[in-house]
């Protein structure tokens, strides 16, 4: 930058007060500039014509014409106009205007994530310092992710009218793989130890051991790993007091250099509680994760994160009771006890506070849905204490209704106007819930069709239901509508009715065809009052002429136009959340049909069925409850069934067991495998079915661990376990087959899909001897 003008000779010579005042600018010129206007420079330069000008407003209009970031180089020099007249002229250099930027050479890193660094931005001037800081943020990025060999350059191509396109060019080199991982100050743990905890590790013998350096993970190793795994093991003053990185450039493997201080290992002293008022000490002490005994006597070592663990359980104690400003402290005294042993003694400190009462609650968003279908699924109530878990119960609920965006946001918890009581606010988001199905469906032995739906969940925004269905095939036609009123004239009563008619060819075990048409009715009750709890009566009537199949089916159960008559009674208890794929809850029923006798119809039995599934969640990753984070489980199911009476031609109603297609499920083996005689090794897909297939009573049970990526996405691993037995007083569920493997299950745009590989262990040969093996089991339709 220059300044050639004659008001800037003499500027040394300022007086300490006054700062002299040089000849008025008649003109002020402008060169250079393409693309901005020349009045745009003067009036951003804001010089006044006619006025006295000193070499002070011309560096501040410099300065100002640089500030807009337009420009290379700004210049002023004084111009005589003759006539004693002066003019002012500047001469610019404008930044080129950056039409667009491109990476080129990403591979190994998302682009995204290299695009996320870049902060030039396309349409206007050039800014060279941020072009800097894109090359600088690209390089850290490169280098965070180990590839420190990885060159970053910023290409910039000149177009015509003064415009430029940037390329940032990214080499990436090979990233640097740790060979070693060196740990000096370590007495207590070995390498090996402390490298075990760790995310960063060296390479290994196994392909997924590549010893790939990653500094954000190293940093969390050091900040957090390291010293949780030493404060559980009663070392809380463990610091990572230096860590470095040899790099050998020609090899690309590199040392990892680490040091630490491991500090005395602490244990347990003493243990009080202050200022408790609403849970006596002795309520808040089973809390307590120690045994409150001086070193000197047992040996117990201080563990930071079952501390940790129950300070919350202390906090969330106090917030299910409505102190939900209770501040409680957990102090830590360190002291050294007999013979120099190093003890920390604890001590929870609270201060409860007022309870807060809820004030009220509050619905925004609904603009389909009925406040009180909403209201229905919301188990905190206005006049009560908060309570913690009943705000998050309430927020499962509301999203297990299904017509609400995904994830909802958490509630709102504002204080009222006294600072102690407040109002909840839940958030939704209407989603469409009407749609039309279609797809390709595969199961219940009737091999592969396709099905059409029409189903409305949220009828008139009630939380009415409608359906309509209709799968059809070579050998399936099946047309079903139904309509559910959960809440009949506004009563907690509930309804159904459905009525059918379906044709259907078995292609598992030679079962021939089936055909039948009726209906039946449902009213749900609320058990005792109860939310979760409710009771079902029921009546169905159906027509039903089974015709061909196996000639040994043919010769027990033909049937033409024959009536099934039938009252059933149903409790039921679900308390299940994250539905499709539940993570938590119960869900346990027990039904009760009769058929025939004084009803009429044409088979005369009564049916008995009992199912329950548990499930208890085994952490997930991330903690807020709200977010639909991965959550792992675990869940139990166990299923029986018994019949009593004659079950006349109605040999569907029996239970069968194997497979996935038809009756029962137990995966690993064959449809119709499982028999009262045991198990058999001539069932398969083309087997055909015998009455020895059937029972009148069974029992299955599964033990699952799973994973429920998302609402639509869920893995697992389980073992089966199941049998049939011929007639009830013969139910033994210690006499059982056994089943394990692995599963996913997927909601698609063309229904639930499913597959299952699982390993059989009891099967036999034709000859008895032992041929376990594996099978896999695959479903495709809206009835998985």
Not at 140 to 165: C, E
């Amino acid at each position: 930058m220059a300044v050639p003008f004659a008001l800037a000779a003499g500027a040394a010579a300022l007086s300490a007060q006054d700062v002299p005042t040089g000849p008025a600018v008649d003109t002020i010129l402008v060169e250079g500039n393409q693309r901005l206007s020349a009045g745009q420079i003067i009036g951003t330069a804001g010089i006044a014509l006619h006025q006295p000008t000193n070499y002070r407003e011309i560096q501040r209009a410099i300065t100002a014409l640089f500030g807009t970031q337009q420009f290379d180089d700004v210049q002023a020099e004084q111009v005589d106009l003759g006539d004693g007249r002066l003019g002012l002229k500047f001469r610019v250099v404008e930044r080129p205007l950056l039409v667009r930027w491109n990476v080129r050479g990403v591979e190994r890193i998302s682009e995204k994530s290299v695009a996320d660094r870049i902060r030039i931005v396309s349409g206007r001037a050039l800014d060279r310092s941020a072009l800097a800081r894109s090359v600088a943020g690209i390089d850290s990025l490169y280098r965070n992710r180990g590839y420190y060999a990885a060159r970053v350059t910023a290409q910039q191509t000149m177009q015509p009218d003064n415009k430029v396109v940037v390329i940032f060019e990214i080499d990436e080199g090979k990233p640097v793989a740790i060979s070693e991982v060196v740990v000096d100050g370590n007495t207590r743990y070995s390498d090996q130890d402390i490298v075990s905890e760790m995310a960063v590790r060296p390479e290994g013998f196994w392909w997924f051991r590549k010893g790939q350096f990653d500094d954000l993970k190293l940093e969390r190793d050091l900040r957090e790993g390291l010293p949780k795994f030493y404060g559980n093991h009663g070392f809380i003053d463990f610091q990572v007091l230096n860590d470095s990185l040899s790099v050998d450039s020609t090899s690309g493997k590199a040392t990892l250099h680490v040091e630490v201080d491991e500090g005395a290992q602490y244990q347990i002293g003493t243990f009080e509680v202050n200022g408790n008022r609403r849970f006596s000490t002795d309520e808040l002490a089973a809390l307590y994760p120690f045994s409150v005994v001086e070193a000197t006597s047992v040996k117990q070592v201080f563990n930071q994160s079952e501390w940790d663990a129950a300070t919350e359980r202390v906090r969330d104690l106090y917030a299910n009771n409505g102190y939900i400003y209770a501040q409680i402290e957990a102090e830590e005294n360190r002291r050294t006890g007999p013979g120099g042993v190093p003890l920390i003694d604890l001590r929870w400190n609270i201060r409860e506070g007022s309870p807060a009462t809820v004030n009220r609650i509050d619905i925004v968003g609904n603009d389909i849905t009925h406040e009180r279908v909403i209201r229905e699924a919301i188990v905190i109530l206005p006049g009560e204490l908060f309570s913690r878990d009943r705000l998050l119960r309430s927020y499962q609920n509301i999203s297990n209704l299904g017509y609400f965006q995904q994830p909802m946001p958490p509630p709102d918890i504002k204080p009222t106007a006294n600072n102690v009581d407040v109002d909840v606010v839940f958030r939704v988001q209407e989603k469409r819930t009407g749609s039309i199905n279609f797809g390709a469906s595969i199961g219940q032995g009737t091999g592969l069709g396709a099905f059409v739906g029409l189903q409305e969940p949220n009828l008139f925004g009630r939380g009415k239901k409608g359906m309509v269905n209709f799968q059809f095939g070579r050998n399936i036609f099946d047309l079903t509508l139904s309509y559910t009123d959960p809440a009949i004239r506004e009563s907690r009563i509930s309804g159904t009715l459905s009525i059918y008619n379906s044709r259907q060819r078995y292609i598992v075990g030679d079962l021939g065809r089936r055909y039948q048409r009726g209906g039946s009715i449902q009213l749900g009750f609320p058990f005792f009052g109860s939310r979760y709890t409710r009771l079902f009566t029921s009546y169905g009537f159906q027509w039903i002429t089974y015709k061909e199949g196996s000639v040994d089916l043919q010769a027990q159960y033909q049937c033409t136009n024959c009536t099934r008559s039938t009252l059933g009674f149903q409790l039921v208890r679900d308390t299940r959340i994250d539905m499709p794929f539940p993570t938590s809850g119960a869900y346990t029923s027990g039904s009760f049909e009769f058929n025939g006798g004084p009803l009429g119809g044409t088979g005369d039995y009564r049916k008995l069925d009992l199912q329950g599934k548990w499930f208890a969640p085994l952490g997930s990753l991330g903690t807020d409850p709200y977010s639909k984070t991965v959550r792992f489980l675990i869940g139990f199911t166990a299923r029986s069934g018994f019949i009593f009476g004659d079950a006349g031609p109605f040999f569907t109603e029996l239970y069968a067991m194997g497979g996935t297609y038809y009756g029962v499920p137990l995966r690993g083996y064959d449809e119709f495998s499982i028999t009262p005689n045991g198990f058999d090794p001539f069932a398969n897909s083309s087997a055909a079915a015998s009455p020895n297939s059937f029972g009148k009573s069974y029992a299955s049970f599964t033990t699952e661990i799973g994973a429920r990526i998302s609402s639509i996405f869920y893995v697992n691993t389980f073992l089966d376990a199941g049998n049939v037995y011929r007639t009830p007083t013969q139910y033994d569920p210690t006499r059982l087959f056994r089943g394990a493997g692995f599963g996913l299950a997927l909601i698609s745009p063309l229904g639930p899909l499913g597959l299952d590989i699982a390993y059989g262990f009891d099967k036999v040969d034709q000859f008895g001897r032992k041929a376990p093996g594996w099978k896999v089991h695959f479903k495709l339709g809206n009835f998985f």
